[in-house]
Protein backbone atom coordinates (compact mmCIF):
# COMPACT_ATOMS: atom_id res chain seq x y z
CA UNK A 1 0.00 0.00 0.00
CA UNK A 2 0.82 3.76 -0.57
CA UNK A 3 2.43 5.86 2.22
CA UNK A 4 -0.36 6.53 4.86
CA UNK A 5 -0.50 9.75 7.18
CA UNK A 6 -2.34 9.56 10.06
CA UNK A 7 -3.66 12.43 12.90
CA UNK A 8 -1.00 12.80 15.49
CA UNK A 9 -3.39 14.39 17.68
CA UNK A 10 -6.95 15.44 18.47
CA UNK A 11 -7.67 18.60 16.22
CA UNK A 12 -8.93 20.30 19.52
CA UNK A 13 -5.47 19.83 20.85
CA UNK A 14 -3.82 21.20 17.79
CA UNK A 15 -5.76 24.44 17.67
CA UNK A 16 -7.68 25.76 13.99
CA UNK A 17 -5.73 27.20 11.36
CA UNK A 18 -6.99 29.42 8.64
CA UNK A 19 -5.05 28.61 5.42
CA UNK A 20 -5.56 32.03 3.30
CA UNK A 21 -4.28 31.40 0.06
CA UNK A 22 -5.48 32.67 -3.70
CA UNK A 23 -4.28 29.11 -5.39
CA UNK A 24 -7.07 26.30 -5.35
CA UNK A 25 -4.22 24.18 -5.77
CA UNK A 26 -1.87 25.48 -2.91
CA UNK A 27 -5.22 25.20 -0.60
CA UNK A 28 -5.93 22.11 -1.38
CA UNK A 29 -2.92 20.22 -0.91
CA UNK A 30 -1.96 22.20 2.19
CA UNK A 31 -5.52 21.96 4.00
CA UNK A 32 -5.26 18.10 3.51
CA UNK A 33 -1.71 17.79 5.08
CA UNK A 34 -2.85 20.11 7.78
CA UNK A 35 -5.77 18.10 8.50
CA UNK A 36 -4.23 14.60 8.19
CA UNK A 37 -1.95 15.63 10.66
CA UNK A 38 -4.37 16.43 13.26
CA UNK A 39 -5.57 20.23 13.08
CA UNK A 40 -8.93 21.25 12.15
CA UNK A 41 -8.78 23.48 9.52
CA UNK A 42 -10.55 26.46 7.29
CA UNK A 43 -9.64 27.59 3.67
CA UNK A 44 -9.84 31.27 2.34
CA UNK A 45 -9.42 32.09 -1.22
CA UNK A 46 -8.03 35.31 -0.52
CA UNK A 47 -7.76 38.18 2.13
CA UNK A 48 -11.22 39.44 1.92
CA UNK A 49 -12.43 35.51 2.36
CA UNK A 50 -10.16 35.32 5.24
CA UNK A 51 -11.47 38.30 7.21
CA UNK A 52 -14.89 36.91 6.95
CA UNK A 53 -13.76 33.54 8.64
CA UNK A 54 -12.20 35.55 11.40
CA UNK A 55 -15.61 37.25 12.11
CA UNK A 56 -17.61 34.75 11.67
CA UNK A 57 -15.42 31.98 13.38
CA UNK A 58 -13.74 33.87 15.58
CA UNK A 59 -9.73 34.15 15.38
CA UNK A 60 -7.41 30.85 14.76
CA UNK A 61 -4.51 29.51 16.72
CA UNK A 62 -2.62 29.98 13.82
CA UNK A 63 -3.11 31.65 9.85
CA UNK A 64 -1.00 30.86 6.77
CA UNK A 65 -1.12 33.06 4.69
CA UNK A 66 -0.01 34.11 1.06
CA UNK A 67 1.88 36.84 0.77
CA UNK A 68 0.93 37.73 -2.93
CA UNK A 69 -3.05 37.89 -3.69
CA UNK A 70 -5.27 39.95 -5.05
CA UNK A 71 -7.53 42.04 -3.42
CA UNK A 72 -6.45 42.11 -0.04
CA UNK A 73 -3.07 40.56 -0.18
CA UNK A 74 -1.10 39.49 2.48
CA UNK A 75 0.34 42.18 3.69
CA UNK A 76 -2.50 43.79 4.82
CA UNK A 77 -4.50 41.04 6.03
CA UNK A 78 -1.83 40.40 8.43
CA UNK A 79 -1.86 43.74 9.45
CA UNK A 80 -5.74 43.14 9.75
CA UNK A 81 -5.29 40.02 11.78
CA UNK A 82 -2.65 41.26 14.48
CA UNK A 83 -4.60 44.51 14.68
CA UNK A 84 -7.96 42.17 15.50
CA UNK A 85 -6.64 39.34 17.19
CA UNK A 86 -3.30 39.89 18.36
CA UNK A 87 -2.97 36.16 20.14
CA UNK A 88 -2.98 34.54 16.43
CA UNK A 89 0.25 33.82 14.97
CA UNK A 90 0.76 34.36 11.05
CA UNK A 91 2.67 32.69 8.91
CA UNK A 92 3.27 33.82 5.44
CA UNK A 93 4.24 31.74 2.86
CA UNK A 94 5.70 33.13 -0.55
CA UNK A 95 7.31 33.14 -3.60
CA UNK A 96 9.50 36.01 -3.31
CA UNK A 97 12.79 36.08 -1.58
CA UNK A 98 13.52 36.25 2.24
CA UNK A 99 15.14 39.66 1.37
CA UNK A 100 12.12 41.28 -0.02
CA UNK A 101 10.55 40.19 3.05
CA UNK A 102 13.05 41.12 5.99
CA UNK A 103 12.14 44.95 5.89
CA UNK A 104 8.57 44.46 6.52
CA UNK A 105 8.57 41.86 9.33
CA UNK A 106 8.83 44.00 11.67
CA UNK A 107 5.83 46.60 10.95
CA UNK A 108 3.66 43.84 9.50
CA UNK A 109 4.62 41.55 12.60
CA UNK A 110 4.23 38.30 10.62
CA UNK A 111 5.57 35.02 13.23
CA UNK A 112 7.08 32.99 10.93
CA UNK A 113 7.64 32.72 6.54
CA UNK A 114 8.15 30.24 4.56
CA UNK A 115 9.57 30.56 0.97
CA UNK A 116 8.30 28.56 -1.86
CA UNK A 117 8.69 25.76 -2.45
CA UNK A 118 8.76 24.88 1.06
CA UNK A 119 8.51 20.83 2.42
CA UNK A 120 5.11 19.73 3.76
CA UNK A 121 7.75 18.98 7.18
CA UNK A 122 8.58 22.38 6.97
CA UNK A 123 5.20 24.09 7.72
CA UNK A 124 4.37 21.63 10.05
CA UNK A 125 7.22 22.00 12.30
CA UNK A 126 6.99 26.18 11.83
CA UNK A 127 2.99 25.57 12.99
CA UNK A 128 3.93 22.92 16.00
CA UNK A 129 7.06 25.57 17.10
CA UNK A 130 4.57 28.26 17.08
CA UNK A 131 2.18 26.48 19.12
CA UNK A 132 4.60 25.19 21.62
CA UNK A 133 4.11 21.71 21.15
CA UNK A 134 7.89 21.87 19.44
CA UNK A 135 9.21 19.11 17.21
CA UNK A 136 7.40 15.95 16.52
Partial sequence: PGLMLVPLADASLLGLVDLVDDDADVRTVLAEFLRLRGHEVQ???GGREGMELLH???????????????????RR?????KAEAPGTFAV?????NSSVLRPHRHHVGWDAHLQKPFSMRAL???IF???G???R
Fill in 129 to 131: DLL
Fill in 124 to 126: EKV
Fill in 43 to 45: VAG
Fill in 56 to 74: KHGPPSVAVVDWTMPGIDG
Fill in 133 to 135: HGD
Fill in 92 to 96: VITGE
Fill in 77 to 81: FVEQL
